[in-house]
T-cell receptor
Framework: GESVGLHLPTLSVQEGDNSIINCAYS??????FIWYKQESGKGPQFIID?????DKRQGQRVTVLLNKTVKHLSLQIAATQPGDSAVYFC???????????FGKGTRLHILP | EAGVAQSPRYKIIEKRQSVAFWCNPI?????LYWYQQILGQGPKLLIQ????????DSQLPKDRFSAERLKGVDSTLKIQPAKLEDSAVYLC?????????????FGEGSWLTVV
């Protein structure tokens, strides 16, 4: 059955290092993927997106990689800063129903 | 540009009471979503509107939850009667259209505690 998800996976990274957050998506028909950042007490904030016809997209300090063969998505954050501390969610959008399905999230913890 | 506005931010009610949450999407956004986020989990879609019509309400517990967007702008989500398991953050979001590739913007959420 589905896990309750009370204990989010946590990634601890030294300030200044690069962070890599991984996500496995479920629907091979999904054609659009989004990464969201959610800080404590706030709603999810859009970070970066990628379409299924791409395998890499770069933003400011962030890069998203898509591997459709193994249905894997990753978010790379360069030179991690204290302000990057948050829960990161990947989301997939189906090409037929445009429903957005969120993953369970990963908590990024920045070590001083 | 103003973001998605939600109120109230926090609400504590007893089980079996009712509660209503209000959302004002970003101006010009035709699509409005209500999500439920239980602590430690990702948001789960409850209902999606395109203008004033419902696109998807398959995960809305219709025996106790209702939502409307009468004029295609603001929306209200109601829970009546509330159960303990309804304790969650209720997120409103909006996008320019419902089609894939349109960025979805979230509000700060309405935090509900049912005691």
């Amino acid at each position: 059955g589905e896990s309750v998800g009370l204990h989010l996976p946590t990634l601890s990274v030294q300030e200044g290092d690069n962070s890599i957050i991984n996500c496995a998506y479920s629907n091979s028909a999904s054609d659009y993927f989004i990464w969201y950042k959610q800080e404590s007490g706030k709603g999810p904030q859009f970070i970066i997106d990628i379409r299924s016809n791409m395998d890499k997209r770069q933003g400011q300090r962030v890069t998203v990689l898509l591997n459709k063969t193994v249905k894997h998505l990753s978010l790379q954050i360069a030179a991690t800063q204290p302000g990057d501390s948050a829960v990161y969610f990947c989301a997939e959008v189906g090409n037929r129903d445009d429903k957005i399905i969120f993953g369970k999230g990963t908590r990024l913890h920045i070590l001083p | 540009e103003a973001g998605v506005a939600q109120s109230p931010r926090y609400k504590i009610i007893e089980k079996r009471q009712s509660v209503a949450f209000w959302c004002n999407p970003i101006s010009g956004h035709a699509t409005l979503y209500w999500y439920q986020q239980i602590l430690g989990q990702g948001p789960k879609l409850l209902i999606q509107f395109q203008n004033n019509g419902v696109v998807d309400d398959s995960q809305l517990p219709k025996d106790r939850f209702s939502a409307e967007r009468l004029k295609g702008v603001d929306s209200t989500l109601k829970i009546q009667p509330a159960k303990l398991e309804d304790s969650a953050v209720y997120l409103c979001a909006s996008s320019f259209s419902q089609y894939s590739g349109n960025t979805i913007y979230f509000g700060e959420g309405s935090w509900l505690t049912v005691v």
